[in-house]
């Protein structure tokens, strides 16, 4: 049972497919509407966590491929407290085809993936959100014409985007610099177990505390909150730290003229992304969100296809 839980538990050359049906079924769309591949099919969405684009994106992806998705919020399955998340996967695996998941402990969508028998996505957790970075590597695709050789630059909190984002210039070949105040660098355990990858794509990775440095050179300057979701008592002290590591006009001057900025969104306006480049010429974020959905359904169809 195939599962797409990290990028790393992908070949570059499954992913690099994975993109080309995202522009396919873009386009396809955008000409009439898709094919209805997932004709009685159900995507199962837990999520622990809140969401618009997830959950908005899964869901009318579904509905485009001629399937359809349920909605298991928070309060409704107790994942791993009313229930063992071994029972709610192989439960669920008796109703749906597909799981979507959106978790706080990492181990909680493996260990559903452990005992589904229908392939399971994760749709965020603390560590990982693999989801955002096919869409974001599919608006810069589509923006610059190709992945490779490109520099990317991540701003802010070694967090789940973060980590994902590495990953994903390692599988598409993107330079990757990260800035990040201390004590919030990119784990040294994720970065222990990405070394072999990261080896192997032959990719340029500086783990940097100047965001002017980090983005010399940059065609893609990316950003995330400060503060993730469960961390909401951390803000004081986090707003403190970040400050100096806003993405604004100022520290564009600093990258190649013809950068895009990206952010997965929600934004903090103010905070970590500054209103003259969320909604500047270089701002690529809305297209970035809309591409949530055309990268999400390729992961459908070749999962649940
Ligand atoms: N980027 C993202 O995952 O947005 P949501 O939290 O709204 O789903
Ligand atoms: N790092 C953020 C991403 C939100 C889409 C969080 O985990 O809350």
């Not at 050179?217 to 951390?234: F, K, L, P, R």
């Amino acid at each position: 049972m195939k599962h797409f839980l990290e990028l790393s538990e992908w070949s570059a050359k499954e992913l690099r497919e994975l993109l080309d049906l995202a522009v396919h079924l873009k386009r396809e769309w955008r000409s009439g509407g898709n094919r209805p591949v997932l004709a009685g099919k159900i995507l199962g969405m837990v999520f622990q966590k809140p969401s618009l684009r997830t959950r908005v994106s899964f869901e009318v992806g579904m509905k485009h491929l001629g399937g359809d998705a349920i909605m298991l919020g928070p309060s409704e399955i107790g994942l791993g407290k009313r229930e063992s998340i071994g029972d709610v996967a192989r439960v669920l695996s008796g109703y749906v085809q597909g799981i979507m998941a959106r978790v706080f402990d990492h181990q909680h969508v493996v260990e559903l993936a452990q005992y589904a028998s229908v392939p399971v996505i994760n749709g965020l957790s603390d560590d990982r959100h693999p989801c955002q970075a096919m869409a974001d590597m599919l608006t810069i695709y589509e923006h610059f014409g190709r992945l490779e050789g490109l520099k990317f630059a991540f701003i802010g909190d070694g967090n789940n985007v973060a980590q994902s984002s590495l990953l994903a210039c390692a599988q598409f070949g993107l330079d990757y610099a990260i800035a990040s105040p201390e004590g919030y660098e990119l784990p040294s355990h994720f970065l222990d177990k990405a070394a072999p990858l990261i080896q192997k794509s032959g990719i340029n990775i500086q783990t940097l505390r100047d965001p002017i440095e980090a983005v010399q050179n940059a065609d893609v300057i990316y950003t995330d909150t400060w503060v993730s979701m469960g961390q909401e008592e951390e803000v004081k002290t986090r707003e403190a730290k970040f400050a100096p590591y806003q993405v604004n006009a100022q520290l564009l001057t600093h990258a190649k003229p013809h950068v895009v900025v990206l952010h997965c969104l929600p934004a903090h306006r103010g905070q970590e992304i500054a209103d003259e480049v969320a909604d500047g010429k270089h701002s690529l974020i809305f297209p970035q969100a809309e591409n949530r959905l055309h990268a999400q359904k390729a992961i459908l169809v070749k999962l649940m296809g």
